[in-house]
């Protein structure tokens, strides 16, 4: 990656570039946010097949005899669970039981990668080193790894026609290392949208050769480049929470639905005393779902009324493509199960809640 | 798509005078910034309206943005066809996907916006 005005370019900014995409800064990242248009792209994830570059994640490995240990206590996921080759997702939080961030866990043979958002590398990069156990050595991979997501039902055709057809038995949640296109990649059965797909990290010196075989050998199957605003709604049907906007420091993975990877019973971890405890005292919010019942679309800070109290707030909010009409997440206290609206702007919306996800018929793979 | 003979606003709307009225509408330019549109919510025909008044709200899949009207006038017709094709906006801002005609209070205020070639000069800027 080069750096040019305080902005990173990833491996593949100038074929994003030559695509005519719209870029934008994320993170410090200049990332297509489109390159054809928000809606075109989504479907194209739905339908066949879409690439996104997000090489803008941070990836760390923790290796040595600790390694495990170290995971166990500083990640809320069982990371002893992991066999090698299975991917995990997981969340790191501070004492308080808020989030740090979420993240995916690789077991690679005796080493562990940790992939974390793009917006929280620096403070991950310090709450982690901060956190090893002595014999736990620490690597941050991320300027010399990039990462592309081929997503879609299409997905395993695709990676077949570039030499790839080894990863097309690997199992949801699973990665190997092998070929693509005849360079080294690390690809796990992974993704963000809700449909089937891989996720292929790789040297980037070969993030080019890959993306071209990819799109060239991908065509049959209408694979295109695909940028980071589809990439919000497809996660947004699929009820995927989104660091920043749908869990935070000051949230806990008890009221962000998120205890089916936080495991009390595993023993000790960062932010475990203040969990349990919160759900002793007994939650008074909780992340849910809701649909707009005729136009308009929710945003990130409206707030969620219920008659005439205030219940709650949104936390992610677009129109969705799949289901044509605005969809929500947001966090409202318990007990909250009639008609709600938003209040958008002079006026409100009416709105239902719904159980996640938004969108039932991804192709993503179960394990 | 031609803009021959169209006046700009600095927050990209477009105005044409058709006889006594100006026919309105966003620019290729604000549409490509909004992206896919998704809703539009247009004024009431009858309803006056003032220089700085906030003429209709046109929401895209990442973003909402206001229109402004930069005349005085009443609106007298509204493009209903934006309610089930707000995308006409994004295929076509200078034609179908026109938003309101206002008849205008003084002719002469639309002496005050860019011209065309202004306004590219102004995107470009």
């Known amino acids: 990656m080069s750096v040019d005005t305080g902005v990173v370019r990833t491996a593949l900014y100038d074929r994003h570039v030559a695509a005519e995409a719209r870029i934008v800064d994320f993170a410090g990242y200049a990332m297509p946010i489109h390159y054809r248009g928000i809606v075109d792209e989504h479907r194209r994830v739905r339908e066949t097949a879409g690439m996104f570059d997000v090489s803008h994640m941070?990836?760390?490995?923790?290796?040595?005899?600790?390694?495990?240990?170290?995971?166990?206590?500083?990640?809320?996921?069982?990371?002893?669970?992991?066999?090698?080759?299975?991917?995990?997702?997981?969340?790191?939080?501070?004492?308080?039981?808020?989030?740090?961030?979420?993240?995916?866990?690789?077991?690679?043979?005796?080493?562990?990668?940790?992939?974390?958002?793009?917006?929280?590398?620096?403070?991950?990069?310090?709450?982690?080193?901060?956190?090893?156990?002595?014999?736990?050595?620490?690597?941050?991979?991320?300027?010399?790894?990039?990462?592309?997501?081929?997503?879609?039902?299409?997905?395993?055709?695709?990676?077949?026609?570039?030499?790839?057809?080894?990863?097309?038995?690997?199992?949801?949640?699973?990665?190997?290392?092998?070929?693509?296109?005849?360079?080294?990649?690390?690809?796990?059965?992974?993704?963000?949208?809700?449909?089937?797909?891989?996720?292929?990290?790789?040297?980037?010196?070969?993030?080019?050769?890959?993306?071209?075989?990819?799109?060239?050998?991908?065509?049959?199957?209408?694979?295109?480049?695909?940028?980071?605003g589809c990439r919000d709604t497809l996660r947004l049907e699929m009820g995927y929470a989104l660091y920043g906007n749908d869990i935070d420091d000051t949230r806990t993975p008890a009221e962000a639905g998120l205890m089916w990877i936080t495991k009390l019973k595993k023993g000790d971890f960062i932010g475990r005393d203040a969990i349990v405890a919160k759900r002793e005292a007994g939650l008074t919010e909780r992340l849910i779902g809701f649909e707009i019942e005729g136009r308009g679309v929710p945003r990130h800070g409206h707030e969620i009324v219920a008659g005439d109290e205030t219940v709650g707030i949104v936390t992610s909010g677009t129109f969705s493509p799949s289901l044509e009409r605005g969809i929500g997440m947001g966090y409202v206290a318990v007990g909250t199960d009639g008609p709600i609206e938003i209040a958008v702007r002079n006026r409100r919306l009416k709105a239902v809640l719904v159980d996640l996800p938004f969108y039932k018929h991804g192709s993503v793979r179960r394990a | 798509m031609s803009t021959a003979g169209l006046r700009f606003t600095e927050s990209h709307e477009w105005v044409k005078i058709d006889g006594d009225n100006a026919v309105m509408g966003l620019s290729d330019y604000a549409q490509h910034e909004l992206g896919d549109i998704v809703f539009v919510e247009l004024p009431e025909e009858g309803a006056t309206v003032a220089p700085g008044d906030v003429l209709a709200t046109v929401e895209s899949v990442k973003s909402v943005s206001e229109m402004y009207t930069p005349v005085n006038g009443e609106v007298i017709e509204v493009n209903n066809d934006l309610e089930d094709s707000p995308d006409l906006i994004n295929s076509d801002p200078y034609g179908e996907g026109w938003l309101v005609k206002v008849k205008l209070t003084d002719a002469a205020e639309i002496d005050a916006l860019m011209s065309d070639d202004e306004y590219e000069a102004h995107t470009k800027g």
Not at chain 1, 147 to 170: H, K, T
Not at chain 1, 175 to 201: P, Q
């Open chain 1, 58 to 228: 941070g990836e760390f490995y923790l290796s040595g005899p600790s390694a495990l240990e170290t995971l166990e206590r500083i990640t809320t996921n069982r990371a002893a669970a992991l066999v090698d080759g299975r991917v995990q997702y997981s969340a790191m939080c501070y004492e308080s039981g808020g989030f740090i961030d979420d993240l995916l866990v690789y077991r690679l043979g005796e080493e562990f990668m940790l992939v974390v958002n793009a917006a929280n590398k620096a403070k991950d990069l310090d709450w982690v080193t901060s956190h090893l156990l002595p014999d736990t050595d620490f690597r941050d991979a991320s300027d010399e790894t990039a990462l592309i997501a081929l997503q879609g039902p299409r997905s395993e055709d695709v990676l077949e026609a570039v030499g790839g057809g080894a990863f097309s038995s690997l199992g949801y949640y699973y990665a190997a290392r092998g070929e693509v296109a005849g360079r080294d990649a690390l690809v796990s059965r992974t993704g963000y949208t809700g449909e089937d797909g891989f996720e292929i990290y790789c040297d980037p010196d070969d993030a080019t050769a890959i993306w071209d075989a990819l799109l060239d050998g991908g065509a049959p199957f209408d694979v295109e480049p695909v940028g980071l």
